[in-house]
């Protein structure tokens, strides 16, 4: 199964924890960072600005999805 990295990306740049996780495909991958997205979100405090970004990477580190953090809080609210 392909590896796929989460990468929590704001503009402040600095180094953020990342995850990764083996998912069998980019869809498999798409769910999961969103429902972290979300966990982001829900638990953010002033750690997690609004205007950053969730990026998915491949196992290369090459970026093969991007989820804007302000898109899924208007979607949530």
């Given at each position: 199964?392909?590896?796929?990295?989460?990468?929590?990306?704001?503009?402040?740049?600095?180094?953020?924890?990342?995850?990764?996780?083996?998912?069998?495909?980019?869809?498999?991958?798409?769910i999961?960072?969103?429902?972290?997205?979300?966990?982001?979100?829900?638990?953010?405090?002033?750690?997690?600005?609004?205007?950053?970004?969730?990026?998915?990477e491949?196992?290369?580190?090459?970026?093969?999805?991007?989820?804007?953090?302000?898109?899924?809080?208007?979607?949530?609210?």
């Open positions: 199964m392909p590896a796929y990295c989460f990468r929590l990306r704001t503009p402040d740049r600095h180094p953020h924890p990342t995850e990764q996780r083996e998912l069998p495909d980019l869809r498999q991958a798409l999961a960072g969103h429902g972290l997205a979300r966990k982001l979100l829900r638990h953010r405090g002033t750690r997690v600005p609004l205007h950053g970004s969730l990026d998915i491949d196992e290369r580190n090459q970026p093969v999805a991007r989820i804007l953090l302000a898109d899924l809080a208007r979607q949530l609210s």
